[in-house]
């Protein structure tokens, strides 16, 4: 049995994460943690029986303990709950799916307790990559790509040698808007950004993708999780997602993860590395699919992307004012506050007037984060 335990159980990495779990029958589920959902927490806890639970709000997890009370299912709330389902005995994987950079203290102590880290919480990375890294390497943890690019560089990497690599092609779909130009964005409503023409995923990451800063984020990702420049990795478009992204040789070889757009593949694939195994689903068929096709990325209009390769070439704190804005402009842009095109102005005005720190401890890292949001904040 592998035993793990999830941050994020309820999103849509979680959700499918305990699929994958249930259709395999050999993984053990021993943690959860989300941010309210305990109607969902629940029927999780119903069903997997897991030891330790985190609500993010001590409200909740009272409400959940009531519910829950004729199980063993034990519940804690808040960071120190999170660390707890993060660092608790027994499991092997940790399964990063929350979203944001609230992930960046369980990532790291669940490294420090010897864990091995399924990350689909790209922010972690882009914000604190240069803490994790170093930090997995010495306490001998894997960190295991589930973002779908990112696992199939991974798969792209099996039986060579990471140091030939000549560059990584990361592919993007390019989004709802793909094609449009500024003046066409300037009255997109939430509705609109929030629906992707192939992946179905949670409501940040779906904004992200429509603005192509997913993609900038996956590049500095890329960039931690493969040891290369920001600019050894370029962005090619290919609407119909079915190229999940190449690796370029240094002798021209190219190396490519192919396959429907489906989460469950990185993320049983992450689970059992390097174990491959059945997955039920929709396959490829190159006759119906007649061709693929692929695009330069527009990053005029797209400016965010532009705007991540500048912090993912500066690093420091720069990665994390990106990172930041974008996480409280996308949430300001979801409850209508501001403008889709604001997104991008908020993330260049941060940069702009950001004093970069070299090498930031996990300290200056929150640091910037709380004045990344309070110069937002004074905006309005
Ligand atoms: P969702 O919004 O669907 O889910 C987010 C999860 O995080 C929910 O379980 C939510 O709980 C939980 N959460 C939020 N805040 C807290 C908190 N303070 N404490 C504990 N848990 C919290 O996101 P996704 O699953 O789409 O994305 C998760 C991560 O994976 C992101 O970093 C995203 O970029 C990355 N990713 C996602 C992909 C996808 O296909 N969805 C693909 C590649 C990467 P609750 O439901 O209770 O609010
Ligand atoms: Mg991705």
């Given at each position: 049995m592998k035993k793990i335990a999830i941050l994020g159980s309820t999103g849509s990495i979680g959700t499918q994460t305990l699929e994958v779990a249930r259709e395999n029958g050999d993984i053990e589920v021993l943690g959860l943690a989300a941010g309210s959902n305990i109607r969902l927490l629940e029927e999780q806890i119903r069903e997997f029986h897991p030891r330790l639970v985190a609500v993010w709000s001590e409200d909740k997890a009272q409400e959940l303990r009531v519910k829950i009370a004729d199980t063993d299912t034990k519940v804690v709330s808040g960071m120190e709950g999170l660390l707890d389902v993060s660092t608790?005995?027994?499991?092997?994987?940790?399964?990063?799916?929350?979203?944001?950079?609230?992930?960046i203290r369980p990532t790291i102590e669940a490294i420090n307790a010897g864990k091995d880290i399924a990350l689909a919480n790209k922010e972690t990375l882009v914000t604190a990559g240069h803490l994790i890294m170093p930090l997995a390497k010495e306490k001998g943890v894997s960190i295991l790509p589930v973002d779908s690019e990112h696992s199939a560089i991974f798969q792209s990497l099996q039986g060579n040698?990471?140091?030939?690599?000549?560059k990584i092609l990361l592919t993007a779909?390019?989004?709802?808007?793909?094609?449009?130009k500024a003046e066409e964005l300037l009255e997109i409503k939430v509705e609109d950004a929030l629906k992707h023409p192939n992946w179905s995923m949670g409501q940040k990451i779906t904004i992200d993708s429509s603005t192509m800063i997913n993609k900038g984020l996956e590049v500095i990702e890329a960039k931690w999780l493969f040891g290369v420049d920001v600019d050894q990795v370029q962005v090619v478009v290919q609407p119909q997602s079915i190229i999940h992204s190449m690796v370029e040789y240094v002798d021209g070889a190219i190396m490519a993860e192919l396959g429907t757009p489906d989460m469950k593949l990185p993320i049983q694939y992450a689970l059992y590395y390097p174990e491959r195994r059945y997955l039920p689903g929709e396959r490829v068929d190159f006759w119906s699919l007649g061709k693929l096709e692929f695009e330069k990325p527009d990053m005029e209009t797209f400016y965010g992307l532009k705007l991540a390769y500048e912090a993912g070439r500066t690093g420091g704190s720069l990665p994390t004012v990106f990172n930041a804005a974008n996480e409280l402009a996308v949430s300001q842009f979801l409850k209508r506050?501001?403008?889709?095109l604001e997104i991008m102005e908020i993330i260049e005005d941060c940069m702009k007037a950001h004093k970069n720190i070299d090498n930031p401890t996990l300290e200056q890292i929150l640091e910037t984060e709380a004045a990344t949001y309070e110069r937002i904040n004074s905006r309005r």
């Amino acid at each position: 049995m592998k035993k793990i335990a999830i941050l994020g159980s309820t999103g849509s990495i979680g959700t499918q994460t305990l699929e994958v779990a249930r259709e395999n029958g050999d993984i053990e589920v021993l943690g959860l943690a989300a941010g309210s959902n305990i109607r969902l927490l629940e029927e999780q806890i119903r069903e997997f029986h897991p030891r330790l639970v985190a609500v993010w709000s001590e409200d909740k997890a009272q409400e959940l303990r009531v519910k829950i009370a004729d199980t063993d299912t034990k519940v804690v709330s808040g960071m120190e709950g999170l660390l707890d389902v993060s660092t608790m005995s027994g499991t092997e994987i940790l399964v990063t799916a929350v979203v944001g950079m609230i992930g960046i203290r369980p990532t790291i102590e669940a490294i420090n307790a010897g864990k091995d880290i399924a990350l689909a919480n790209k922010e972690t990375l882009v914000t604190a990559g240069h803490l994790i890294m170093p930090l997995a390497k010495e306490k001998g943890v894997s960190i295991l790509p589930v973002d779908s690019e990112h696992s199939a560089i991974f798969q792209s990497l099996q039986g060579n040698e990471q140091k030939a690599i000549h560059k990584i092609l990361l592919t993007a779909s390019g989004g709802p808007f793909r094609g449009r130009k500024a003046e066409e964005l300037l009255e997109i409503k939430v509705e609109d950004a929030l629906k992707h023409p192939n992946w179905s995923m949670g409501q940040k990451i779906t904004i992200d993708s429509s603005t192509m800063i997913n993609k900038g984020l996956e590049v500095i990702e890329a960039k931690w999780l493969f040891g290369v420049d920001v600019d050894q990795v370029q962005v090619v478009v290919q609407p119909q997602s079915i190229i999940h992204s190449m690796v370029e040789y240094v002798d021209g070889a190219i190396m490519a993860e192919l396959g429907t757009p489906d989460m469950k593949l990185p993320i049983q694939y992450a689970l059992y590395y390097p174990e491959r195994r059945y997955l039920p689903g929709e396959r490829v068929d190159f006759w119906s699919l007649g061709k693929l096709e692929f695009e330069k990325p527009d990053m005029e209009t797209f400016y965010g992307l532009k705007l991540a390769y500048e912090a993912g070439r500066t690093g420091g704190s720069l990665p994390t004012v990106f990172n930041a804005a974008n996480e409280l402009a996308v949430s300001q842009f979801l409850k209508r506050e501001i403008k889709y095109l604001e997104i991008m102005e908020i993330i260049e005005d941060c940069m702009k007037a950001h004093k970069n720190i070299d090498n930031p401890t996990l300290e200056q890292i929150l640091e910037t984060e709380a004045a990344t949001y309070e110069r937002i904040n004074s905006r309005r």
